[in-house]
């Protein structure tokens, strides 16, 4: 219990010196009065008994001294003298104290920055109650459940076993799961497709990024609304009046912070809905990077889409409103619970895969495969959907490594700078170890010093991370999916900051301080100043061997660096001098979705009709056409394809074979410059009431129609048992999806025909379609003239997606376009890093042998002669740091392998280039000081001392 | 308390623990009581004692607070902590066997 009595002591001690001197001095003075009144009782005169007293005493100041001698016994006194210390020393070099911060900082804030994107996408969790008892149910199956699940909206990918997986499920088994079983207190259901409506305002269009949740969502995640009150079970009813909540966000953007919002009217693609609250700011909803802008009650669903709702209506007539909320085929809700307390995962799972396989009893069919039958899995999802980590978790971890070698090079350059600067300092030293320094004492102090610089790069750092971290974020959000996220620095950021720095420091300054402290005193006393130690001395050699190997390794990281950046910048350039099959200059394209304002059926196709026409007779466009997606749009619609005539492989389903479908204007093929190779493209003939045809691509005819002539070849897509599709033209390959893949066989149907709503199961109703302009210049100029024509149109319709197709293709680089500036960025700095450390050894190195090359010159060795001797020496330590480097790219080149195009991760194209530049660049950094080695005045030199 | 004290630090702690263990005072007193006790043989010098009070209040035995003395002037009073009793004990016991020993050699011969 004596720390209770000491603490406390400690702090007043340090924090408060003021009063703990006066307090001695009173105490003191108290006992001289006492003393003195002692005296005076004797019967001592005034004055005899003050000078008595004092006398008594002894030395006041003695006293105190000794008393604070008492109190100076810990450990945060000497570490405040030593950071005293360290500052004076750090400020009597500020050339060489900045140079260190300097890069210092750029590490550990290059660290931060990246540090700071991976708290906020891969371990932050979702601003909600008790996030950890958040579970996300998922399924998994081998193979496409036949006859159980129809289609799925939603996410949908592979696990590690080849697993298909997926977290949507059908409306029916949310229902039935809820109502049973006791893990979970409460569940909660969403749409798994955001979906972008039309939000208007007093008359105004707007596009908002939609989320369809169930009435428990935000009672379950615990949320509270800012204003108003939150979505409720009794408002998810199909009887229910509409209601809506907006997020923070958008009730900044949109409403201006407007306090009356709530209870005020807007539109939701045309169907009125009343605000009913608005989010607290930092809610963004169930998955990381994603920023909804307002919230519907799921069964608004057939209001707000009501040709999704079609999608999976296979019976005949029109569906009823509740279509995807009464098949069970339709996999189309994101579920999660909440845990009860003290329910864990582990055998929450068993008991709801008992309650999904009940529920699904009777959708199993005869047909279905055993296998296929879709299995439950439950994950943590404290952190969300997880969709942005499955994306940005492995580019992330490239990152940081590429960041912590940065920050290494820089440590290296650190610790080679205070080496040389150590050495200056080695009469310093000694003179304290023979005035009875400590060793360990003395090693704090070094420590202390590389701790401090560590830390104020840090300090540093943390500014540039700051503003790195804001770039960062611009970049991420200009990407196909902007992806918004919130970085602002947390106490794990700062944390981690702090934590780096001083690792950093006291990596940089051990192996400095424990050299530099193991001196033979009497050669360092004996030297008449701060001698710099020639090769000859054996601890200035041992020192140099230090040295030289903390170069060879910069060398070589910044190597691996500069290999990684060339393999990055390579495949940007590659996939950016792919062909795409068309002409992507001069095209502007758009979407807009008239379904928005309750354009249907033949009226819909009145509104792309008179568009189209309008459009096409503005001055200056060359052609117009539409399509549902957009050609490298990120947009992929692949369809099961029964081809008749065609036996399929073994290794393919007996099915079908999988096909990218669009469905498509007249002119489209035209207007994209894809140029057809047999028969015919589409035409305004192919309606509704003609023939049903397509075109379809050379990959498409060359895999499957290849005996004998394609055209006139029939198939259907989907349903095997729908009316064919006749082949009436070849085109030529063109990208679809992006410009990674490899080209997919291609359907292009006729989108009037899709009007007769046969297809609609794979296809979908015939909505919202894109816009493709040609224009005879620049189409950027033509953006608000389209605008225009389209409002005066339907004032109640906003474009979206407006862009050109040359930028369209340039955002689905962007995680290349990433990569290449990053590790550009890095390389580069790593580069400049090494360079520095080449720059200082070589320059402390000949200036310690200035005397040597005095020597030799007056003995007759020419300039050229000293200068290759020294050149000799970088090219040595240049050459084997290459060859390490090298190495080490070839076996870290391959963890980067999937993320490269056009070129493996050996290139040699690209490893020797990168070679090239850093033996250049270093040779320059190494040949400065070399020069002024050998520019040297031989008797200057022979008097060097 | 492993190693040996020093005889005379030693002897000055414990006499000042032995001391407040009755009531806290301040050092005037401290030193006065030792005066008066030991009957004017034992003078405790002022340069030790304060470095003695400051040091065995920064090992936790005693501790300080300011507190009112005669005429209302302002005086610091030490007093026993917990540990410090147990260790004056110890202390104690320590010296009594010391001086016992020390007794029987000197009786011996």
Known sequence: MRWFYKVPLRVTSLFRKRRVEQELSDELRFHLEKQIEEYLAQGMSCEEAVYAGLRTIGGLEQIKEECRDMRRVNVIENLVQDLRYGVRMLARSPGLTATVVLSLALGIGANTAIFSLINAVLLKTLPVQNPQELALLQWSSHGWPDGVIGNVAGDMGQDKAGRMTSPSFAYALYEEIRGQGDVFSSMLALAGNGSDVNLGYQGTPGRADGELVSGTFFSTLGVEPRLGRAITTDDDRFAASPVAVISYGYWERRFGRDAGVVGRKITVNAVPFTIVGVSSPEFYGVQPGRAVDVWLPLHTQPLVEPSWSRQGWNGSGAPPVDALFATRGDWWVVIMGRLKPGVTFQPARPELEVLLQQAMARDIKSSTKPETIPHLDISAASKGLNDLRDQFSKPLFILMAVVGLVLLIACANVANMLLARASTRQREIAVRLAIGAGRPRLIRQLLTESVLLAVVGGLIGLLFAFWGTHVLMAFMSSGRDPVVLSVTPDPRVLGFTAAVSVLTGILFGLSPALRATRVDLTPSLKESGPRLPGPAQAHGGMRMGLGKTLVIVQVALSLVLLVGAGLFVRTLTNLEEVNPGFDPHNLLLFGIDPTQDGHKGQRLVSFYQELTRQIAALPGVRSVSVSANTLVGGGRNAVMTHILGYTPKPAENDKGVFAAIDTVGPGFLETMHLPLVLGRGISEGDTEASPKVAVVNETFARNYLSDGNPIGRQFSPGDPKASPIEVVGVVRDAKFFDLREEIPPTIYLPYLQTLTGEHDAVLGALGAMHFEVRTASDPTAMASAVRHIAQDMDPNLALYDVRTQTDQINQTLFQERLFARLTSFFGILAVLLGCVGVYGLMAFATTGRTREIGIRMALGASRREILGLILHEVFVLLAIGIAVGIAVALEASRVVSTLLYGLKPTDPATLAVAALLMLSVAAVAGYIPARRAAKVDPMVALRYE | ?109
């Open chain 2, 1 to 109: 308390m492993g190693k040996p004290t020093d005889l005379v630090q030693g002897t000055l702690d414990l006499l000042i623990l032995k001391t407040i263990a009755l009531e806290p005072m301040h050092g005037w007193g401290i030193a006065l009581r030792i005066r008066q006790v030991s009957k004017e043989v034992l003078q405790v010098n002022q340069g030790a004692l304060y470095p003695a009070l400051h040091r065995l209040e920064q090992s936790g035995w005693i501790r300080a607070k300011w507190g009112e003395s005669d005429n209302n002037r302002r005086a610091k009073y030490y007093s026993l902590t917990p540990a410090g009793r147990k260790y004056l004990e110890q202390e104690e016991t320590n010296w009594k066997r010391l001086s016992t020993a020390i007794g029987l050699v000197l009786e011996t011969f």
